[in-house]
């Protein structure tokens, strides 16, 4: 290399499920060579189901027309917004105007470093929920903020300790991530707890951006920030397609809130891209227009499965909560590390190792995880009993 990267660049490694794979590739190369059946992969949740049928439908009809290639409006067709809008009015109860609060992405993980590059600037503050989504913590490294890790710890349902972030020395504190229904650990939200983040928001002057994907999974009331009481103005929710409408390759996501908020995300994106693919936002909106059937048939299926990772964990002696949301599950591990390993990581290389099974370490969400381990339900559920039974079996269970 005949320069030197950006400093920044030295604030983040590359993504752990990034390298996980490149492993797992090797092992995979490894025990083919040993007339040995794959790693069974139950580490990223990436939806194994279909699309709607009529935003595939949409997705087709679209692409045969020739209009439908050229660059696209920066804040996405009207008719995109809209279906967006009425997706948060019919399942959220939260009214947005699709002419300024709703900005379309793709994928809400753009959002993250878009909203960071939007109001963080070098030597700003940045409260990042432990454990959480490693790319909050990633994005506030990449504009150079000040990570200030909050715990969230299992005793307390996995909700932020107010108590403990009045504590704080909150000087310089420009923004806050929350997520809810929580990654990894599956825990839910509450209007009541929605309400004391944005009363949160406003007595400290901290815009606090709740990244909501998981809402409709194994969550029979979906909630939003949005709703909460004094929210406008000091919240930011970012949600998309990927995780309900089991779209995540599409890359179809949205940001909400305040007019001047929405503005601020605009004005960077528009220097980033060029508006999304046209017959992708038309088949968004077919998917946004489904009704609850679709969402019923989807946590039927959820359901099965996040018994079937149940017991996996039951083999392992893990303790973890049989009715959280979202598209893992979360459990405790018994026992101790060994040395600079958490007691998730030494119970995860066991299993990859011995097993052939690939389940995350709770350690790469923050050192909260440190002790737990977790399933991802974007499993069949046969390919969840063979996990089973492998580990069983090659662990002597």
Known sequence: MIIQPARRTASVREYYFSRKLREIDALNAARQGRGEPRVINLGIGAPDGMPPQPAIEALVASAREPGNHAYQSYVGLPALREAFARWYARYYGVTLDPSCEIQPLVGSKEGILLISMAFVDPGDKVLVPDPGYPTYSSASRLVEAEIIPYDLREENGWWPDFDAL????????KLMWTNYPHMPTGAKASPQLYDRL???ARDHGILVVNDNPYSFILNPEPGSILAAQGASGCVLE??????????????IGMVAGAKELVAEVLKVKSQMDSGMFKPLQLAAVEALSQGPEWFDALNREYARRRVEAGRIFDALG???DAHSAGLFLWGRVPGAGDGERSAGEVLSDRILGEAGVFITPGFIFGKNGRSYIRISLCARVPVLQEARERIVSKLHL
């Open 166 to 173: 009045e504590r704080m020395d909150l000087r310089g504190v």
């Open 198 to 200: 944005a009363a949160f």
């Open 238 to 251: 970012l949600n998309s397609l990927s995780k309900a409408h089991n779209m995540s390759g599409w890359r």
């Open 318 to 320: 893990v303790r973890y």
